[in-house]
């Protein structure tokens, strides 16, 4: 794809957006960030960037936003207006002329088993019928959110609080940074949907002995039950609680090779995310 080709970016101002925006950046791309936040975008990335101030729910703002635009990464937090705002800036893509859009979707154990989950398959559905080149990115769990609290509870010399028994394949946001950008940049897209996980799952008990091994300390694990993570509230509460209910059944155990077969390497694991967080 050449260098002077427009990418938007949404989500820029988020947790992977953080992380792929400037992956694109440092490659010389030209990307433009549509945002509610301008004034955050502009202190992350400066000039680097072109800012559309806009929301998927306000229709005037996209087309702007989308002007001269040749690919696209959809990305939006969980809310009861997902599959609402993503359609509406697909359709609105289309009439711009935009010819790709890469999704950073629901992990697969999500579809078919939460609200979450079914709206990003509606989304998925909309642009297999929409024409355009597209691909859904669904990352398992993802590893810098879901044990954060983890690691800071490990930092903090705690035995560590267990949501359930369950093993989990942990994806690290940098790999699903890096897919997306794969993606967005590759000559012909992989097929859909690209479903993304860690090298192994893991339960906590796994967990409480890699950071032993790395502290050189005794990490047990509590019998308390970890709450939602904080700021968690209304319909995401109830969004996670049905993200518990499914990786308690197992749902989040299974483990794909499509890190490495669309980047070349193998996915990064827990024990260097650990190694990073608590070294």
Known sequence: MPLSDLLLITGATGKLGRVLTPKLLAAGHRVRVLTRRPE????LYGDRVEI????????????AALDGVS???????????LAK?????????????VKRIVKISGSDWTVGTSFSGDAHKRVEDHLAQSGLDYVAVRPTAWLQVSLAAVAAQIRRGEAI?????????????????????????????????????????LAIPDIAALATRITG????????VAGLPPGVEGFE????????AVIAQG???????TVERVLGRKPRSVEDYLAEELG
């Open 217 to 224: 300390r005794p990490v047990g694990v509590s019998s308390a």
């Open 251 to 257: 749902g989040a155990a299974g483990l794909t090779d």
């Open 237 to 244: 509460a109830e969004v996670v609680k049905q993200f518990f």
């Open 40 to 43: 955050t975008a502009r202190e």
């Open 52 to 63: 559309a101030e806009g929301d998927f729910s306000v229709p005037a703002s996209l087309p």
């Open 161 to 201: 609080a267990a949501r359930h028994g369950a093993r989990v394949g942990y994806v690290d946001i940098r790999d699903i940074a890096d897919v997306a950008i794969n993606q967005l940049l590759a000559p012909k897209l992989a097929a859909s949907p690209l479903v993304i996980t860690g090298p192994e799952a």
């Open 71 to 81: 690919r696209a990464l959809l990305l939006s937090p969980i809310s009861e207006r």
């Open 85 to 97: 705002d993503q359609i509406a800036l697909v359709d609105a893509a289309k009439a711009a002329g």
